[in-house]
Each structure stands twice: as structure tokens, then as C-alpha cells.
């Protein structure tokens, strides 16, 4: 990998990403050793430089940061390092260094359960997520296992936008029962990593 190094100060910005929430943990800066040292260890490794030395991250704290890979940008002058955090990033004792947690994010679809739960906790009379909740979990299931059949009808057919929009409203309605079971995708996706091991 071709690194350039500042010429000055021979440092390179190395941003730190966990390799399954995808979130930025921390920035922190590389020399050529310190590029190594994490290449051979595994562990991500910076130069300080208020201390002058290289710091491997977590040596004192324990929480490392477990390399899975580097990338470089376009210009070869910055690092994208993704990692497997063991613990907190931030040596304030946070997940990241700008006091934000590493919870998994799924796009549009954390959004969509943001709305839901919003919807079940301040009913309105106009909402149609509210109106599902005030009817009772059997009704919820029942709406889950309809849209469930009806993706299973268009799979066989090859109308390509009738089998999206009856995935999609299998999807949105899944993601209403998890909220009325009191669950979230995250909940799930801790279910599926554990079967992945």
C-alpha cells in the first residue's frame, strides 16, 4: 500500500470505523512504524503526539481496537482503518470519541422504527401504525402473517413491483410487531451474529 506521509511531520490521519456498525470512533494519526507495528500485531496502533510515541490503543485502558483492514483514500494521504472495538474508543470512557453510543444503524429502516415507536407512544386518531397498536397484538400478527402470504403469491409470479411492495409492506409491518413485542432490528441482528459464530 502506498502511504504519503506528511512530509513535515512524516503523520498520516488514520480514521477509526467499527467493521460492523460502520460508525467513526476516533481519528488518530500514523508514522510508518506505527503502520507497521499495527499491520504486524493486529492491533491498532498511533503515533501520540503529545507524548512523542508510538500508543497502542488500549494498553493502558485494555479496550484495543482489533484491526480487521486499511484502506487509503484517493490521494494516498489519509487511512481508513476498520476495526473491532473491545470496549469504549474514547479515553473519556464513551463509545466514540464525539460522545455518541456504537449502536447499529440500518439506514431508512432505523428511521422506520423511530416513526413507529413515535406513533405507538403519541396515538393519533389519523395514524394507521397508531390504529394497528390500539387493536392488540393478535391483530398485528394476523397483518404480519397476510402480508407474509402475499409475498409468498407474488414470488411465483413475475410481476417484479407487486413482489416489492408486498415485501415491503411484510417488512413494515415485521417491524411494527418487533415494537409491539418490544423488540428492534438490533435485537434480531444480536440473534443472527450469534448463529453466524
Known amino acids: 500500500m502506498t502511504i504519503k506521509f506528511d512530509e513535515q511531520t512524516g503523520l498520516v490521519p488514520a ?3 467499527d467493521a460492523q456498525t460502520k460508525n467513526v470512533l476516533m481519528l488518530g494519526y500514523m508514522n510508518q512504524e506505527s503502520y507497521d507495528k499495527t ?3 493486529k492491533m491498532v496502533t498511533f503515533y501520540s503526539r503529545s507524548k512523542g510515541r ?3 490503543k488500549g494498553e493502558e485502558s485494555g479496550n484495543f481496537l482489533k484491526l ?3 484502506k487509503n483514500d484517493c490521494d ?3 487511512l481508513l482503518i476498520s476495526v473491532l472495538p473491545q470496549g469504549p474508543t474514547c479515553h473519556k470512557g464513551t463509545d466514540t470519541c464525539w460522545a455518541e453510543t456504537n449502536d447499529a444503524n440500518f439506514g431508512f429502516l432505523t428511521t422506520l422504527e423511530a416513526v413507529i415507536k413515535s ?3 403519541n396515538p393519533s386518531d389519523e395514524s394507521y401504525v397508531a390504529s394497528l397498536f390500539k387493536k392488540g397484538m393478535n391483530k ?3 397483518k404480519v402473517g397476510e402480508e407474509a402470504v402475499e ?3 407474488e414470488a411465483k409470479d413475475d410481476n417484479e413491483k407487486l413482489f416489492l411492495d408486498e415485501s415491503a409492506d411484510l417488512l413494515f409491518h415485521y417491524l411494527i410487531l418487533l415494537q409491539a413485542k418490544g423488540y428492534t432490528l438490533s435485537d434480531i441482528e444480536k440473534v443472527l451474529k450469534q448463529r453466524h459464530k
Open 140 to 142: 398485528i400478527a394476523q
Open 39 to 41: 499491520i504486524d500485531s
Open 151 to 153: 409475498v409468498v403469491i
Open 15 to 17: 480514521i477509526i470505523q
Open 76 to 78: 494516498n494521504d489519509s
Open 119 to 121: 406513533r405507538k407512544d
Open 54 to 56: 508510538l500508543w497502542t
Open 68 to 70: 480487521v483492514s486499511i
